[in-house]
């Protein structure tokens, strides 16, 4: 009996193949430096990219980590992964149940035969039990070290997008502020050059009628208070689209998240960011550790997989009361006790287990593909977030210097207009390209802060 039970335990050992861990994330090669950042081993505080000097923000941003519904649903699936956490860990530990019973039954009389004459048979018994059973599941060849430490990745992956959900979600609120506060500039600057619009109209109107500018002057310039005044609705929409957005991420009501903008902005510094090697990238993206962590987890449940192919020993205990009469259960002539063990394992399983290794491998590959993804993807973004940065600082300084400019040539035209020197279609036009140009520096400043938000996205905040 030893013998053959020694052969069982050889077959079953030897059919364990063995099976190499997945890809590894170390195996992905991130570049040595960014095109458009120096390299350089020190980081700034990433989030002075944020429009930190807004109050609107401040106050906004409290309301993303409170009720932001992405957040939420983020944060309960982290609780998912945690329960599954100790789910894991409790299969490794003994299985302790109480049991207890009481029975009652009542033979027939009529089926019992050959008895002598005068026998009295009572057919009617009851039993009682209380008991306590344990098993317990060795893990001698880690099968449940394997899952519970994947379940711990899961937890550390789930943990990991949460940061990344509310990395976004501070990201696209700070930009839709951005948005917001840029249409409120242009709407502050399309009533500067309607008032600007409404002086020449004035102007042309007193020249006109005193004989010394002709009427094509007057309706010049009202068309330019025309244009000026058409310009409110483009600046009124986005300043809608932008409210209706923060309500969506906030979940608060249109009209406190327009009391948020009661105050106005501070003076933005300008923020040169050190964002430091692209290896470093790897380490701040939520999303990309999320990726790595799955990675590991799937290369845990090969190894679970895997160790099925090895006998399952487990120890079975029990002790107990058990008696036919309910004043007998609690005397020590009514103890049970039993103590043993189980091995099983597969045999013949047909390829069972080693589809679920194959599967196993297969959703490794996928998460190995899918990190690798994640990790040039971030890299991309990073890429042209500094890139974007650079364009538009340097668009915001040659937008500023063109405007030095065109203010000058509207006063310097409008001044030999006045006395006479200069046709009135000059004023026309330096105007116009003064509006236009301060047009074009509000959206300058809003991308530049737009980009510095893109930059504190990309590198993980």
Do not use: H
């Given at each position: ?403 030095a400019i065109e203010q000058d040539t509207v006063e310097l035209s409008t001044a030999r207009y006045r006395m006479g020197l200069s046709d009135f279609l000059i004023v026309i036009d330096a105007q116009r390209q003064l509006n236009a140009a301060r047009q074009a520096l509000a ?19």
């Amino acid at each position: 009996m030893r013998r053959g039970f020694a052969l069982i335990s050889v077959a079953l050992l030897s059919g364990c193949a063995a099976v190499g861990e997945g890809p590894a994330a170390s195996s992905v090669q991130a570049p040595a430096t960014f095109v458009y950042a120096p390299p350089t081993e020190s980081r700034d505080v990433l989030a002075a990219l944020l429009p930190n000097e807004d109050p609107a923000f401040r106050t906004l941003v409290a309301a993303v980590d409170s009720d932001a519904p992405d957040l939420q649903v983020a944060l309960a699936r982290v609780a998912a992964a945690r329960a599954a956490l100790r789910g894991a860990g409790a299969a490794r530990a003994p299985n302790v149940q109480a049991q207890g019973s009481a029975g009652y039954g009542r033979g027939s009389e009529n089926t019992i035969t050959n008895l002598p004459p005068g026998t009295v048979i009572d057919t009617s018994n009851a039993n009682y039990s209380l008991g306590i059973n344990a098993s317990w599941d060795l893990d001698l060849f880690g099968r449940l070290r394997a899952s519970q430490r994947a379940a711990a990745l899961r937890l550390d992956a789930a943990d990991a997008n949460a940061r990344a959900v509310r990395l976004t979600l501070v990201a696209d609120l700070a930009r839709t502020v951005v948005d917001y506060r840029t249409a409120q500039a242009k709407l502050q600057i399309t009533d500067d050059d309607l008032a600007d619009a409404s002086s020449l109209v004035k102007l042309t109107g007193t020249r006109t009628r005193a004989g010394i500018a002709p009427g094509l002057d007057l309706v010049r310039a009202q068309s330019l208070e025309a244009a000026a005044r058409s310009q409110r609705g483009p600046a009124q929409a986005e300043l809608a689209a932008a409210l209706g957005r923060l309500v969506t991420l906030t979940a608060r009501d249109g009209a406190s998240v327009s009391a948020a903008f009661a105050r106005p902005t501070e003076n933005r510094p300008t923020v040169l960011p050190s964002v430091g090697l692209p290896s470093i990238l790897l380490r701040q993206r939520p999303d990309i550790v999320a990726a790595e962590y799955r990675l590991g987890a799937a290369n845990a449940e090969i190894a679970a997989a895997a160790a099925a192919r090895f006998p399952q020993i487990s120890v079975n205990a029990a002790l107990g009361l058990a008696a036919l009469a309910f004043g007998d259960v609690f005397s020590a002539d009514s103890l049970t006790a039993s103590l043993g063990g189980s091995l099983a394992g597969p045999l013949l399983d047909f390829g069972r287990v080693g589809a679920q290794i194959d599967a196993r491998q297969a959703d490794a590959t996928e998460a190995f593909a899918l990190y690798r993804r994640e990790v040039f993807n971030g890299i991309g973004e990073a890429e042209t977030a500094l890139g974007t940065l650079e364009a538009n600082r340097n668009r915001q300084a040659a937008l500023e210097a063109q405007i030095a400019i065109e203010q000058d040539t509207v006063e310097l035209s409008t001044a030999r207009y006045r006395m006479g020197l200069s046709d009135f279609l000059i004023v026309i036009d330096a105007q116009r390209q003064l509006n236009a140009a301060r047009q074009a520096l509000a959206e300058a400043k809003g991308n530049v802060a737009l980009a510095e938000i893109g930059v504190y996205r990309c590198f993980g905040g």
